[in-house]
């Protein structure tokens, strides 16, 4: 019979070649002869945090703990799973009494370095990094997290030398090819980054955030998702407030201009057209990512990036759009709107169709009603709300009550959904 301590070496080793099921098997295989083996537990934990079960992994890590609470790998462990969820209190908790524990060690301020960057806190999130450094200069978890915090500052040369000492350490790692892919598209370099995306997944085929990056990547072969990706980066790196309040400002910036263009008395096209570009920049904002995953559809690669609910989302809302305005040409080059019930109808049903695209690109897929959260019941609603007011103009011409009533939850879906 084999030793339980060259079941839990090989159970390790096998973890640590992606080999994730016979990992599980043989610490399962320990803990049917020893069921309070710590060691055992912690495996189990790790080998469901790799499935990216982090409450199941968390289940037997806390175990473990129970079993052996002066071992400040297990917090760690505690603290990765709940940083995962976005518990990022409770991760920081954890992380300061493994800190506690055994203060000397890198990963731990690295992993403390990549909390602080999802709150989006720079400095500390720098100056983490940089303490993890000290204790092992060599470790690119603090490497990583340290190139995301400059670059997220701004301090890009340094950002880049950073990268280049972790790579320099180990060309084969995923995760710096990955953290070197998301400073290049951050940057707009959406080539470079599609490179290193390519090889962060080539070295990790299960890396969720080296395929994410991936399919951003390739979406900004679109240039207005490009552009609009940037924009993303720009606000999230500026705050929530800004990423609240910057759509109220543009606003009353483009009101302004519509009312400064009607007070100089300029033509009534002109007048409109501030805000006509705000709504096209509006829908834009709200439909290019769906749009984008359509073009994936075509792209050898990205047909493979994007889920099953993406391209159910990327058909419903170009499907919607192009609907609407093949509806809307076709009242304008045939002279339809003259003012009748029948000409109100083409239109009124070409808008409902091309606002329709906002909740389409929310609803669950597959379509339920449990299950879902609070944003998506609302779109889910509006969406019916909307096809009854379409099918309502065709059964009752110059009838727009139901149409009104859609457009009012359309536009308070809309307002409500900047502070979701």
């Not at 090989?10 to 099921?21: N, P, T």
């Not at 409770?90 to 403390?112: C, F, K, M, N, R």
């Amino acid at each position: 019979m084999v030793d339980t301590g060259v079941l839990l070496d090989r159970a390790s080793l096998l973890l640590e070649q992606g080999r994730v099921h016979d990992a599980e098997v043989a610490a399962r295989e320990v803990l049917s002869r020893e069921p309070y083996n710590d060691m055992a537990l912690a495996l189990l934990g790790r080998c469901a945090y790799e499935g990216g079960h982090f409450k199941d992994g968390m289940g037997f890590i806390s175990e473990a703990l129970a079993l052996r609470p002066e071992h400040s790998f297990y917090y760690y462990l505690l603290a990765f799973g709940h940083y995962q969820l976005g518990e990022y209190a409770t991760a920081v908790d954890y992380l300061a009494t493994a800190q506690s524990i055994h203060p000397d060690i890198a990963e731990y301020y690295g992993l403390q370095s990549f909390v602080l960057l999802a709150q989006q806190q720079w400095e500390p999130a720098l100056e983490k990094a940089d303490e993890g450094l000290y204790w092992e200069a060599d470790n690119l978890t603090c490497l990583n997290a340290r190139s995301r915090a400059l670059n997220k500052m701004r301090r890009n040369g340094e950002a880049i030398e950073t990268m280049q000492d972790a790579l320099a350490l180990d060309p084969h790692n995923e995760m710096t090819h990955a953290t070197v892919a998301w400073n290049y598209l951050e940057k707009g370099n959406h080539k470079e980054a599609q490179h290193h995306f390519r090889e962060a997944l080539r070295l990790n085929p299960n890396s969720d955030n080296a395929r994410t990056g991936l399919k951003e990547a390739l979406k900004s072969n679109v240039a207005p998702y490009r552009w609009l990706l940037q924009y993303h980066f720009w606000l999230h790196n500026k705050g929530k407030k800004w990423r609240t309040g910057s759509p109220i400002v543009l606003y009353i910036l483009f009101r302004l201009a519509s009312a400064g263009l009607s007070a100089a008395g300029a033509p009534k096209e002109l007048v409109f057209l501030p805000i006509g570009l705000y709504l096209l920049l509006v829908m834009t904002s709200w439909t290019i990512n769906p749009i984008a995953n359509f073009v994936l559809l075509f792209h050898p690669l990205g047909k493979h990036a994007i889920s099953a609910a993406e391209k159910w989302s990327a058909i419903t809302v170009v499907s919607a759009m192009v609907s609407g305005l093949t509806l809307l040409g076709l009242g304008l080059f045939t002279n339809l709107f003259d003012g009748t019930a029948y000409a109100n109808t083409i239109f009124f049903g070409a808008l409902t169709l091309l606002t329709l695209a906002l909740p389409l690109g929310e609803l669950p897929y597959p379509l339920r009603w449990r299950g879902t959260t609070r944003a998506q019941k609302i779109a889910l609603a509006l969406v019916v709300l909307g096809a009854t007011a379409f099918a309502g103009m065709f059964f009752l011409p110059g009838s727009l009550v139901l149409f009104t009533i859609y457009l009012v939850g359309f536009i308070v879906y809309n307002w409500t959904g900047l502070f979701r």
